[in-house]
Structure formats: structure tokens, C-alpha cells
Nanobody
């Protein structure tokens, strides 16, 4: 499975961005798609995940502000980010997992995209 993330950029606090992750290859082997992020000097952290049937899971820090969705025909997963805060600044990675549930553990994800930078200015 190959993953291509896009949509990052510079936005002011309170603004919105939508990230996209296009998957190709043996996508049927990846039941769950997730988004993680890594800020400078910090560990990678879970953001959101969605299963093939549409179950979702969110980190507490983004609940109510971020929405994960998917287009199974296009094999693309989206992360709509609203009410962005400076602390959301990070490189965002999409990842794919064969897990049967919307896991938040990075070790469960075996395919990773290259990352896209999101910068939120105050």
C-alpha cells in the first residue's frame, strides 16, 4: 500500500484546513486508516482513525474540531481540521492498519505516508 498525504500549509489560529491521503496498492488489506502528527521535539501522536465501514476514533485533543472521513471509491481519507490552534502545528502523517478496530497505537499501522506540514500561527 502506498499512501500520499497532501493539503498541509500555513493557517491562522481559528482557521481550517483539509488534509487528504490517497491510497494505492493492496488497499483492501488495510481495514483502518489513521492520521498521526508529530510536533518538533515531541513524539508522534494519534489524531484520528476510520475503519472501512466508517467507525471513527479521535484523540481527545481534537474531538469536536477535527473530522475524519473517507471516499472508498477514490481510496482517499480526509481530515477536516477546524478551529485550528497553534498547538496543532505538526507534520501530519496518514497510515494504514490491518487492525479490526480503529486503533490509536502507531505500532498497529504498517503503512505510512510521507507527511504533510501544518503550521498554525497565533
Amino acid at each position: 500500500v502506498q499512501l500520499q498525504a497532501s493539503g498541509g500549509g500555513l493557517v491562522q489560529a481559528g482557521g481550517s484546513l483539509r488534509l487528504s491521503c490517497a491510497a494505492s496498492g493492496r488497499t483492501r488489506s488495510s481495514n483502518v486508516m489513521g492520521w498521526f502528527r508529530q510536533a518538533p521535539g515531541k513524539e508522534r501522536e494519534f489524531v484520528a482513525a476510520i475503519s472501512w465501514i466508517g467507525s471513527t476514533n479521535y484523540a481527545n485533543s481534537v474531538k469536536g474540531r477535527f473530522t475524519i472521513s473517507q471516499d472508498n471509491v477514490k481510496n482517499t481519507v480526509y481530515l477536516q481540521m477546524n478551529s485550528l490552534k497553534p498547538e496543532d502545528t505538526a507534520v501530519y502523517y496518514c497510515a494504514a492498519s490491518p487492525s479490526p478496530w480503529t486503533t490509536n497505537r502507531s505500532v498497529d499501522y504498517i503503512y505510512w505516508g510521507q507527511g504533510t506540514l501544518v503550521t498554525v500561527s497565533s
